[in-house]
């Protein structure tokens, strides 16, 4: 990776650090019920407080209202109500601005940070009011600040320069570590650094990490390259199918958007998942398979059931049908044993894997079969093959069964590994000086 990391930052006693970091955690009732994030930023932070710095932490929380500007942004589900006539925005606004701030706030993140790291982290109440002045002012060598949720200002997302001036403030250093808004262009992830206002940019170990092999199995893959996509639509993920196939090898794809593709080799889908309009982009990826000599594996059997499961976890009936053969009033919901064992098998012979998306309605034990058996099949290569998962519901799914440690890289960004995958260059890691710049 040719981006400067704090690795190669000298003499960093007494220096003022700005840190991004991603504390988006989730949280209930005012308690984190998951500190992977706070966890995959302890060893910068360590290393920056170990070497003397005084350390600024910032983040984003969630998606508050900007409730501290007069520019209110309602989210999609809010304009939904409003559109429906349930609510109104003014209502919607009086409600922000007397819940965000509690619900939102990075303060029990704060307390964690400091028990994490030995009672040398304190919290600023705001992001570039008076208490975080005076905190940032305050600290010695060796200490941190965690400042309040950057999203209660407008101007972060709008990357006003105003604000990231203050928000530099004292800082002579930005350090990137927030690798899953990496692919966001706002003020704290970019703009601080492009508009000149720091110039000695560098990331973290986490984003180096990321880059490392994320990036690395990308350019330079060891061969055979499987990449595995599933998940909803093909919509979303169109220029990463795209990207991918020139890259990998063998191209599998599963999940909802595997039906697009069956019914662009003319195959009755039923009343599975079609996304009608790319049918004719489907068609012209195969033909690029085809004519690159690359291999586009498509499920070879299906399992259908009547109706979505409702609840999620609905127990349901199912039954396994030849893709080419789902019946006109049955939907397809997960990949079949068959297609199960051809996937295996790819992946047992490759030496680099990549996955972004589950294989099927995973959330619903009957329906994660397909899911599992990738990930075990992921997990079977652990050591011989690199293993990568894109972040996202895969990560989750790799998560939930227990199959974490037995893969090379599990990335903490969906967002930003997807756009890797799409072969973009992140505008929170473009934004960093070159190694051979300094
Ligand atoms: P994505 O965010 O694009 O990775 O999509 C993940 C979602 O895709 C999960 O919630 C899955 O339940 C859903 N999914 C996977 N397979 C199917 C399918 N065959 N039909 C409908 N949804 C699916």
């Not at 999620?312 to 068959?338: L, Q, R, W």
Request: aromatic content about 6%.
């Amino acid at each position: 990776m040719n981006k400067m990391s704090v690795k190669d930052l000298k003499d960093l006693k007494g220096k003022n650090v700005l840190v991004r970091c991603d504390f988006n955690v989730p949280m209930k009732d005012g308690v984190i019920t998951d500190e992977n994030r706070i966890q995959g930023a302890l060893p910068t932070i360590k290393y920056l407080l170990d070497a003397g710095a005084r350390v600024t932490l910032c983040s984003h929380m969630g998606k508050p209202h900007s409730i501290f500007s007069a520019e209110v942004k309602l989210n999609k589900k809010d304009l939904k109500k409003v559109d429906a006539g349930e609510t109104t925005k003014e209502v919607i606004i009086e409600k922000a601005k007397k819940d965000e701030p509690k619900k939102l706030t990075l303060a029990p993140v704060a307390k964690r940070l400091n028990e994490l790291l030995g009672g040398k982290v304190v919290f600023a109440t705001d992001v570039i009011g008076k208490d975080a002045k005076a905190k940032r002012d305050a600290l010695k060598n060796g200490e941190a600040v965690l400042l309040e949720n950057l999203r209660f200002h407008w101007e972060e997302e709008k990357k006003d320069e105003g604000f990231c001036k203050e928000l530099a403030y004292n800082a002579e250093i930005y350090v990137n570590d927030a690798f899953g808004t990496a692919h966001r262009s706002h003020a704290s992830t970019a703009a601080i650094v492009e508009y000149g206002i720091i110039k000695t940019a560098v990331c973290g170990f986490l984003i180096e990490k990321e880059l490392e092999v994320m990036a690395d199995t990308l350019e330079n893959p060891k061969r055979p390259f499987v990449a595995i996509l599933g998940g909803a639509k093909v919509a979303d993920k169109l220029n990463v199918i795209s990207n991918l196939l020139e890259k990998c090898d063998t191209l599998i794809i599963g999940g909802g958007m595997a039906y697009t593709f069956l019914k662009a080799k003319g195959y009755e889908v039923g009343t599975s998942l079609l996304d009608e309009e790319k049918i004719g982009y489907c068609k012209e990826m195969m033909v690029k398979a085809e004519k690159s000599g690359k291999e586009l594996l498509l499920p070879i059997d299906t399992v259908v059931t009547d109706h979505f499961p409702e609840p999620i976890d609905e127990k349901i009936v199912v039954k396994t049908v030849p893709s080419n053969k789902i019946p006109a009033d049955k939907m397809g919901m997960d990949i079949g044993e068959k297609t199960r064992k051809l996937y295996a098998d790819k992946v047992a012979s490759a030496k680099s894997v990549i996955w972004n998306g589950p294989m099927g309605v995973f959330e619903n034990p009957t329906l994660a079969k397909g899911t599992i058996a990738v990930a075990q099949a992921l997990a079977d290569v652990y050591g011989k093959c690199t293993t990568i998962i894109g972040g996202g519901d895969s990560a989750a799914a790799v998560q939930q069964l227990g199959f974490a440690d037995k893969v090379t890289h599990i990335s903490t960004g969906g967002g930003a590994s997807l756009e890797l995958f799409e072969g973009k260059v992140l505008p929170g890691i473009a934004c960093l000086n070159d190694k051979r710049s300094v």
